[in-house]
């Protein structure tokens, strides 16, 4: 039998590979968090989206392999450390998303759910926990550039940092929820969130191999 040229044995590896742990970090929440519903709420996740800018550029500048993603990582034959951004023509803005799917990576979301409310009222007070998570999902990610009616607060920064470019590639997520404590004022709405994000290589290709040391 003839042994498997080098390109094939390399297919063979993307095919069977496991993905890949590549970098986990936490993101902080402190404010409001109002339940979606049945219909989007994009000044409340812009302003979300906001926040989380501010960590993730410090993430960009701090992390090791968010340096390494600069100067490896090709999006469209342009190096990450290009700002491979995506303008969102409704915005006028630029946003520069960690999780891609030209890069051929995806992401765990695990939320702490801190609130006012007590766990069975959950339901009752405060919006529906599902309708408040996709809030939160809507902040991860940039705007869909295609929409063309899209009204979020004015972006924080141009470019804006942010998780996701879409949160299809979220492969999976789990939530705990517990008391928000203290004796201020206690509004309904308000939560604390600890969001950790774990970024995992669903497959190696030339665009992201440096990432895991190929």
Known sequence: MNPLPPFAIW???????????????????????ASAGNKSKPVEASNIRNVFHDQLADLWDSHVVMRQLRHTARVNNQLMGDLALIR???????FVPIVRR????????????????????????????????????DALKMPDPKDPEYKGATPADDPLYVVLEDDALITDFSVKSGKLLGRGEKMKHRVRLTVD?????????????HLVGG
Do not use: W
Not at 88 to 94: E, H, L, R, W
């Open 11 to 33: 297919g063979a590896a993307q095919r069977e590979a496991e993905p890949e742990e590549l970098v986990k970090f936490t993101l902080i929440y402190d404010g409001d968090l």
């Open 197 to 209: 994000i774990t970024i995992k290589v669903s497959r190696v290709f030339q665009q992201n191999q």
């Open 88 to 94: 969102v023509p409704a915005t006028g803005t630029g």
């Open 102 to 137: 030209s890069l051929y990576l995806g992401c765990q979301v695990d939320v702490l759910f801190l609130r006012h409310e007590e766990p069975y009222s959950l339901m009752r007070q405060g919006g529906d926990l599902d309708g408040r998570i996709k809030t939160l999902f």
